[in-house]
Structure formats: structure tokens, C-alpha cells
T-cell receptor, first 114, second 112 residues
């Protein structure tokens, strides 16, 4: 089935460990995004990518690294996880610039850092 | 910077009540405006949009009108159902690479 998937759906890790959250879309959309959702803050953009090998920072990029070697994948890495990174992470994609309403969201990854 | 402010929740209503969720945005130009909905345990999905001033977006009985005079985009529904219980996010498009700025979300709880 076409769509956008995230893995894992749930993850518990310890402070200081490296964690990678995966995002995969089957539409060949150009743009992909990572958000985090926290109570009282809503959704905040971490990183986004306009195409393979093109990435840029969003509102809250510190502590995160992204890469995009293939159009369909956009992994998000927490290099040294901290408790403040406990959150629900959403990946999204959209086909073209100038049509932001076409953002399609994945189901989310709930990450707990202990 | 660009921002979106929406009313805090939760909003608690009985079935068939009228719903309003307020949303205002900071205006640099005339950005496209959106309402997204998040049902429990799911990602966000687009509910409706308005791409220019005075446009009315509508979907599933929900409506919102782009008011440039008041920089507002309030969400309304005449008669809510239990199945409308969800978190609603107002959002504005930012210039450039199709990024969105979201409000903090408003939880709606509808009881039978």
C-alpha cells in the first residue's frame, strides 16, 4: 500500500544513547519533514528536506541530525538522547513547493528517554 | 517570526452543540491557512484550507473563513458528533519551502 510509514512506533532508550527514527514514503514526494509534538507546544518543525541530499533546519534542530540519500527515506537521528527529547515524532511529506496543504503525515513514533 | 495562536482547550461539548475554535495568525503577506485534525493515536490530516483572503474552506461540516482584517481563521461546525472528538490544529504556510507553522492545538471532547 502506498503511504508514509514510521518505525519504530514506540521506543524507550536511555540518556546518552544514539537513536534513529525511520521515515519512508512511497509517493516519491520531493519534500519531507520531521516534527515533534509536545504538550503545550503543539507541533514544531525539526528539519526538512526539499530533495535527496538537500536538508535544512527548522525551528528546533539542536540535538538532531538528518540525512536523505534516497528520495523515499528521511531518517532522524538523536546523536546523544536527552530526557528533553522525550516526545512524539511525526514525519510528513508533500509533493511540491508552494502547496504546503498537501502534507501527509505518518502515524508517529513515541520516544521515551529515561 | 510567523506564529499562530489558537484557543486553549479542552473544549467540552455535548453532541449536536455548535463549535467554534478561534485561531489568529501573524501576517506577513497573505499566507495560505489550514486546519488539521488529529484523531487519537494517529498522525495529522488536513481538514480544510483557504488560500486567499475571504476564502471559505469547508469539509465534513466544518467551515473556516479567511479574514484578513482580523487575521483570523476560526473553525466552526453547526452540530458536532462524538466522532469529532480530536485535537484540532490551525496552521499557516510559511514562504519558501512549503513549511507550516502550527498552533498549539485544541482538544475537542464531545459527549453523547
Amino acid at each position: 500500500d502506498a503511504g508514509i510509514t514510521q518505525s519504530p512506533r514506540y521506543k524507550i532508550t536511555e540518556t546518552g544513547r544514539q537513536v534513529t527514527l525511520m521515515c519512508h514514503q512511497t509517493w516519491s514526494h520531493s519534500y519531507m519533514f520531521w516534527y515533534r509534538q509536545d504538550l503545550g507546544h503543539g507541533l514544531r518543525l525539526i528539519y526538512y528536506s526539499a530533495a535527496a541530499d538537500i536538508t535544512d533546519k527548522g525551528e528546533v534542530p539542536d540535538g538532531y541530525v538528518v540525512s536523505r540519500s534516497k528520495t523515499e527515506n528521511f531518517p532522524l537521528t538523536l546523536e546523544s538522547a536527552t530526557r528533553s527529547q522525550t516526545s512524539v515524532y511525526f514525519c510528513a511529506s508533500t509533493p511540491t513547493s508552494g502547496r504546503a496543504w498537501e502534507q501527509y503525515f505518518g502515524p508517529g513514533t513515541r520516544l521515551t528517554v529515561t | 517570526g510567523d506564529s499562530v495562536t489558537q484557543m486553549e482547550g479542552p473544549v467540552t461539548l455535548s453532541e449536536e452543540a455548535f463549535l467554534t475554535i478561534n485561531c489568529t495568525y501573524t501576517a506577513t503577506g497573505y499566507p495560505s491557512l489550514f486546519w488539521y485534525v488529529q484523531y487519537p493515536g494517529e498522525g495529522l490530516q488536513l481538514l480544510l484550507k483557504a488560500t486567499k483572503a475571504d476564502d471559505k474552506g469547508s469539509n465534513k461540516g466544518f467551515e473556516a473563513t479567511y479574514r484578513k482584517e482580523t487575521t483570523s481563521f476560526h473553525l466552526e461546525k453547526g452540530s458536532v458528533q462524538v466522532s469529532d472528538s480530536a485535537v484540532y490544529f490551525c496552521a499557516r504556510e510559511n514562504s519558501g519551502y512549503s513549511t507550516l507553522t502550527f498552533g498549539k492545538g485544541t482538544m475537542l471532547l464531545v459527549s453523547p
